[in-house]
């Protein structure tokens, strides 16, 4: 009871707030937090909280605090699942053609995946077209079928990612775009792509959309968030009759590439995407390791040892 009337303040203050304010609130309390168990203070780094001497029986007691913590991770994780969860659009919109898309990361993405951005400005009257195109016709189970959709998906992601990053551009990294809160939102987070009558963040697009409806986990390799360490931005669109193949594709690319994955037999030194997203890579009874020997070259055994890079996150120019 003694917690619940500590934070039972806290949460109603923020009980107005959307459900990802809700998340980051709480993330945010999270960073500053510092505990110190040889005093009798629970000392948070805050300018909104004080010290709080009623919090020294639990923090002297680990499995009190295993449970606290467990139920703190269980609020997030569910707070921002609802925060990117996406409902079923009625739609009578018929697929759209990614030639336009085709024929600019043609011109300004490299096979490496380096991308003109300065060139995407310049061809603005060309690429607004395109976006307008996918604007106008909102994906649904009717009229597509199951690779229509996920390509429109995959190519929106990637050409608002682009828009967003020209829109502001020069930047050092997608990440120093921000919105709303300083350390708190972040450019992931925006509400600036218009479909249909639809309002969607990157979020949005990504875990409200694409990975929770396909489940597909290739689509880790070709989604692009515009940073160095990210999967190639694939310099043709996705489309539904080519879709098995370029995801394919892209997964060999990327474990393959020594900037972004360094595997040998001994040790793979491999993206945190595959950290982040494990429970992706590791569904149907498949192991990491699976997943990683059915694209890789090098293929690795149970005795490697596996550990992660450092993400870049330099803008991929």
Known sequence: MRLITLFLPLFVKKLNDPPRRILKFFASIGKKIA????????????????????LRFYLQNKEIMKFYQSIIVAFLLTAFITACAVKKIQSSSQPVSHEI?????????????????????KDSVRFNEYLAILSSSHPNDSNWNRQERLAYWLNAYNAFTVQIVARNYPQKSIKDIKNGIPFVNTVWDIKFIKIENETYDLNNIEHGIVRPR???????????????SCPRLRNEAYTADKLEAQLTDQAKYFLNNPVKNKITPERAQISKLFSWFKGDFTKNG????DFINQYSEVKINPKTDIDYLDYDWNLNE
């Open 101 to 121: 898309w085709n024929e600019l990361v043609g011109k300004y993405v490299t096979e490496e995946g380096k991308v003109d951005y300065k060139g995407f400005v």
């Open 35 to 54: 505990i110190n168990r040889s005093t009798t203070f629970f000392r948070i780094k805050s300018s909104k909280l004080m010290f709080c001497p009623v």
């Open 214 to 228: 396909f489940e597909e986990p290739r689509v880790h390799f070709a989604l692009n968030c515009a940073s160095v």
């Open 286 to 289: 498949k192991s990491l390791r």
